[in-house]
């Protein structure tokens, strides 16, 4: 009997001997082709596409939400303390500029601004907020509205005060 070497058994696992099949038939498989990437790329793109279409409406609903709020409570609230130190909700003819500078006359009773800035008194559509009092739609109190996104009174997309349950 032959002995083999002991470091023939290493040997035969550092070179292992070569596959049967010829090497034409071979295939390897390292990357993705070309087509499997362009499938990728366009299924990326409709996608994109379809979020980028979409993006008025969910931010639109937003801004009308924003806007609600602000209505029915930060100007509210703005207002409520006007009235508190004046003794009455500002005039129509003063507008709400009144929560910003003291009306002509009423210096001495004034403790504002009760407002931070001028562009609180803006809506998010660059309109300023409409403001009436008496109120036609709250007799004993305020009107105050936005013009809404497509900025003219009157219409459907208005946000005001007098709105309830939405």
Request: charge should be positive.
């Amino acid at each position: 009997m032959v002995r083999k070497p002991f470091f023939c058994l290493f040997v035969k696992n550092i070179f292992p001997m070569r596959s049967k099949k010829p090497l034409l038939f071979k295939r390897v498989r390292r990357a993705f082709t070309l087509v499997e990437m362009l499938i990728v790329i366009a299924l990326l793109a409709v996608v994109a596409g379809a979020v980028v279409v979409n993006l008025d409406s969910i931010f639109g609903d937003a801004q009308v939400d924003v806007e609600r709020q602000k209505v029915n409570s930060s100007l509210k609230m703005a207002l409520t303390n006007y009235r508190l130190k004046m003794g009455s909700f500002p005039t129509t003819e003063q507008g709400l500029q009144a929560l910003l500078t003291a009306p002509e006359g009423s210096a001495d009773r004034w403790r504002g601004p009760y407002v931070e800035k001028a562009a609180s008194l803006v809506d998010a559509w660059g309109s300023p907020y409409q403001y009436r009092c008496p109120g036609s739609h709250n007799t004993s109190g305020y009107d105050l509205w936005s013009l809404g996104p497509d900025k003219t009174d009157g219409t459907a997309d208005d946000i005001g005060n007098w709105e309830t349950g939405k």
